[in-house]
């Protein structure tokens, strides 16, 4: 059985993309990954998929979106798979066609709640666009599934449909790796990990280093505002207290976060996307056995407060912020308790779990279409 996975990105650091397609391979199934190339400089390393990248003409915008559809729509007239799953509304219209098209089974993996995502909540134009495709295409999608719950219930109020949730949890690590070193002249580290784009509270983060001594910001990640972090980085005269490292591959990346102390995820309440988000790095900085920060957003405040791991905080001055960070990192006592619950949290939210949900929706995917593990 062949099982291909649709993708806008370039897949190296898709860490979600990446653990659902080596569980799928417990089907048994061959997994296949079409994908684009964007040149980020890390290797592809990814053993057991096979992997179909374009080559773009055009990098972002409309015209982007619509040249990837086209040519993913007639790669997958050709290609030779059973099963397809489109990640994210933007791969949807060419996968639904496509579907429809060879009768062949589709699922829907959406990563976020796509219309609502910080950039398009106030390009209306462009919004309504992405609302149509929706509106359209995930009511008659059978099978679907997204990473939070608020997510699908938003989904399947607005659609009369069933979405399922798969977090974006990791894998589980016993034996954390030593790491890299980064503190120097035992200073305190604040580590963000993931997308530098907008409402992700990085200005406001890196503002704060303003106001500490002894503290460092690492930020681990690439996207379009990287520029401009650099440059109020300069502008601040914050060039020793603040790191911009660039995209790490994931399976380097925990030796970094492990020699953090704290680990923040800042997004901004900016459209439904975020206030619902459950972000792959909360998990990961837990896993790493980090207390986190986080924005107090519903999803991520309950994971934060039913596991007792850090804070949730409602603050947009830096100021302010760099108070919550010394009152975490300065307080012996609550930092035990919250190490203590970690290695709880840690042993629960893990894909080893997670997985299980996943291997269940696929399983009724085949039994509906009459597929065996070894072929139609």
Known sequence: ??????????????????????????????????????????????????????????????????????????????????????NDLDSLPAAYLASLLRKIPLVYDSHEYFTELPELVDRI????????????????????YTV???????????????????????????????????????????????????GRGLELAIRAMLYTENFRLIIAGSGYLAKELHTLVVTLGLEEKVKLIGMIHPDELLQYTVQADLGISLEENKGMNYYYALPNKLFDYIQA???????????????????????????????????????????GDRLDTWKKNLDKASAELCWEKEENKLLEIYSRVIRDHAFSAAGK
Request: charge should be positive; proline fraction near 6%.
């Open 148 to 198: 939070s719950q608020s997510i699908a219930d938003s989904y399947n109020k607005k659609y009369g449909i069933s979405m399922q949730v798969i977090r974006n949890l990791p894998f589980r690590v016993d034996v954390l790796p030593s790491g890299f070193p980064l503190k120097k002249n035992n200073e305190k580290v604040i580590i963000y990990q993931g997308a530098l784009n907008m």
């Open 289 to 331: 056995r980090i207390p986190v920060l986080v924005s107090d957003l519903p999803e991520m405040a309950s994971i934060v407060n039913t596991y007792d791991v850090g804070r949730v905080i409602q603050t947009n001055d830096p100021l302010g912020l760099s108070d919550a960070f010394k009152l975490m990192l300065n307080d």
């Open 125 to 144: 134009t462009v919004k309504k666009i992405w609302q149509w495709i929706e509106n359209r295409i995930l009511p008659r999608v059978q099978y679907s």
């Open 1 to 86: 059985m062949r099982i291909l996975i649709c993708v806008t990105n370039d897949i190296v650091t898709d860490q979600r993309v990446n653990r659902i397609g080596r569980t799928l391979q417990k089907i048994p199934a061959e997994i296949c990954l079409a994908g684009i190339k964007r040149g980020s400089g890390l290797p592809l390393q990814i053993p057991g998929f096979r992997v179909h990248r374009f080559r773009m003409i055009f990098n972002r915008g409309p015209a982007f979106y619509m040249e990837y559809n086209i040519r993913l729509f007639l790669y997958l007239l050709v290609a030779r798979f059973d099963i397809m799953v489109a």
